[in-house]
């Protein structure tokens, strides 16, 4: 044998050998049968996994921005390429934002890369949340998971606002100073919030650290474990599955008894999975063809990322000018995903505000619109599987329209956060129809609960009526067959 | 679509859309940001197309949830086309029930075993669109390379990543579609 063929065998050999040594050391051999996990092969089933990897996105392009970003309000003499703040006294912050966006080859795609795959991830979670909500995926004994999903959504739309205000520009700056302003309105412990968090008064020269701080480190550490959580959940108690068409065939399991066994003609025995069988789950296997199936799903996420963050512009600091503490932009809204929240603090008349008696706390519409309700939106929909409870297991997804009330109080809810959103957006409304704010607001209020309960009823009555339908269609065809024997 | 799906998607729609119409009166147009030339050679606001200079959040949100949906469709799509293809064209369309233990060691333990199998076609065609997409994701990635150590133009390299990402997709795609025995597995699910 020539040395070339000793090489030659010597490297194919090479990756065996290293999986010896490896497992050698840290028994890989019996982490393998994590390798087989079945995973149903549902669509829908993907939106999680587009949440996941624009997390990974998420901390990637964090870590590129953060070499260069620099989490201080003090001023400095801005010497960048952008021309109209050239000789300018800027925070630095600021300027070392226009730094990564203009003047850093990668800087300006990566930053909106972040920002986009920020935008994505929420509104995946939201997506994904609705699916299972919708499907039934929460129930028994998957309530543990949708709580932790839960405050996946929240964190996320908390790394989102602390990220907002980190440029230090004037729009994301008065946008922040609402939050601040929410966080402050909090009985007896909003003072100790807007410490804790905002660093004192905002904004204060210790805001953008503790801001930065909590959006690079605290958040994403939070998100990371409860991610790590909601995988080992998912693992343990295995993925739902969308109910089957027939009976499922294949081999005996090794060593175990088949369900319905039947010897074959070769000598092996097969075993039959009835289609009503939820305790066993059916699907790929992890490793090679879920991996697969994971990497399509990675690649077109970040394709949509990157065409995004090719041709669209977000949160463009150099058109809003550093934060001018005098000033006031001519448009204020928070991120897309607080729009709703912005819309109940609209909405919400000031009588609302009042002081509790003999203690003399005092309650804020801030706190009440901005506070007290989205948490008791978000303490609703974390406590829903408990709401919808079910005592047995379930692991079939449910057809929505199989589940009038359930579907109706979904439908509801969205209006109720969309129609909430608008309000959130009432000048833009009141300038798209020519009229002021004060005309259109009393329209949004009874909107907000006429239209969503609305719906909710008249979803719930399509549904109620298709379900007596069809309970009569089958009550007719047994009559039917009984009475042709 | 039952009667009743399409009844409740109106519903959703008749909100969604006047929400999404009001989101899009965001900003108005305004002028590109001006770059002085003495201080970079880069020109990251160079165009292909003519695009926003600012966004408002509320322009945002709607952006962002027209391209999930658009993911989400494509990715149903490719999900398909792959769950379809696996199964297409092969004489041998049952599962293989030879008594002995097909595929990767970790498909079969106590609680796990095989209930599809079918072997990989290893077709022409796979081999043709692996070479072509794999050219494609070079050529993408050498663009984008290109474009670090010249200009930097962002819609250029929103463009080269894009090919590239899509590249690699549609491989995987292929490599999946042809060249991947598939395996479905069932599991006992209280262990």
């Not at chain 1, 990566?110 to 919708?134: E, K, T």
């Not at chain 1, 448009?331 to 609209?346: C, E, H, Q, R, S």
Request: glycine share 8%; charged share 15%; proline share 5%.
């Amino acid at each position: 044998m020539s040395r070339i063929d000793r090489l030659a065998d010597q490297s194919a050999d090479a990756g065996n050998r290293v999986y010896d040594w490896m497992n050698a050391r840290f028994d890989l051999d019996s982490g393998r049968k994590f390798l087989g996990k079945a995973f149903p092969a549902e669509d829908s089933f993907l939106l999680g996994e587009v949440a996941l990897f624009c997390f990974l996105l998420l901390v990637l392009t964090g870590m590129f921005l953060g070499m260069f970003f620099e989490p201080s309000t003090s001023d400095v003499k801005y010497e960048g390429s952008v021309a109209k703040f050239q000789g300018e006294e800027v925070p630095e912050a600021f300027a070392s934002v226009l730094h990564i966006t203009y003047d850093i080859p990668f800087g300006m795609f990566i930053r909106r890369m972040h920002h986009w795959a920020a935008h994505l991830f929420v509104a995946s979670i939201g997506l994904h949340m609705l699916r299972v909500f919708f499907t039934g995926a929460y129930r028994n004994p998957r309530e543990p998971n949708w709580v932790v999903g839960t405050a996946l959504a929240g964190l996320s739309m908390g790394a989102a606002y602390t990220g907002y205000a980190l440029p230090f520009d004037e729009f994301a700056a008065t946008a922040t100073g609402i939050g601040y302003n929410l966080a402050t309105s909090i009985p007896l412990v909003g003072e100790v919030i807007g410490k804790a968090f905002f660093g004192g008064e905002f904004p204060s020269s210790a805001t953008i650290p503790r801001l930065y701080f909590i959006h690079v480190l605290i958040i994403p550490i939070a998100i990371g474990v409860l991610l790590a959580i909601h995988m080992m959940i998912l693992v343990r108690q295995k993925h739902t599955e969308a109910p089957r068409d027939d009976d499922v065939r294949g081999l005996t399991p090794k060593g175990g008894q088949p369900t319905d066994g039947a010897v074959t003609s070769d000598g092996g025995t097969e075993s039959v999975v009835p289609k009503e069988d939820d305790s066993v789950v059916v699907g790929l296997p992890a490793f090679p063809n879920q991996t697969a199936v994971s990497a399509v799903v990675f690649f077109l996420t970040l394709a949509t990322v990157a065409m995004l963050a090719g041709f669209l512009p977000v949160h463009n600091i150099a058109e809003y000018g550093p934060n001018n503490p005098a000033g006031t932009p001519e448009l204020i809204m928070p991120d897309w995903f607080l729009m709703w929240v912005y819309g109940l603090l609209k909405l919400l008349p000031s009588w609302m505000s009042f002081t509790i008696p003999v203690v003399g706390i005092h309650i804020s519409t801030e706190f009440v619109g901005g506070v007290l309700l989205p948490t008791l939106v978000f303490g609703i929909i974390a406590v829903w599987p408990f709401v919808d409870y079910h005592d047995k297991s379930v692991h079939f997804t449910a057809n929505p329209l199989d589940r009038s009330w359930q579907t109706a109080v979904g439908v509801a809810a969205v209006q109720f956060i969309m129609i909430a959103s608008i309000a959130g957006m009432n000048n833009l409304l009141g300038r798209a129809l020519g009229v002021g704010t004060g005309v259109i607001n009393p329209i949004l209020t009874v909107a907000l609960f006429v239209v969503p309960i609305g719906s909710g009823l008249l979803t719930y009555r399509i549904l109620e009526d298709s379900t007596e339908q069809e309970h009569a269609r089958q009550y007719t065809e047994q009559a039917e067959e009984a009475d042709d024997d | 679509m039952r009667r009743e799906t399409v009844a409740i998607l109106l519903l959703v729609v008749a909100v969604l859309l006047p929400m999404w119409y009001v989101a899009l009166h965001g900003e108005p147009p305004s002028e590109q940001v001006e770059i002085d030339q003495s201080v970079t050679e880069m020109r990251p606001l160079q165009e292909i197309v003519d695009t926003p200079e600012k966004l408002a959040p509320s322009q945002v949100g709607v952006i962002v949830w027209v391209a999930l949906f658009g993911l989400v469709g494509v990715l149903t799509a490719v999900h398909r086309f792959m769950d379809s293809a696996v199964r297409a064209n092969r004489s041998d369309d049952t599962t293989v029930t030879d008594g002995g233990q097909v595929g990767l060691p970790w498909f079969w333990t106590d609680d796990r075993w095989v209930v599809e199998y079918r072997d990989a076609s290893d077709a022409i065609e796979g081999i043709v669109a692996m070479g072509g997409l794999t050219i494609l994701a070079i050529v993408f990635a050498t663009l984008f390379t290109g474009e670090y150590l010249t200009l930097a133009r962002t819609q250029y390299f929103g463009v080269y990543a894009m090919g590239m990402f899509v590249s690699l997709a549609l491989l995987t795609v292929s490599y999946y579609a042809w060249f991947l025995p598939h395996v479905e597995v069932a599991e006992r699910r209280g262990h």
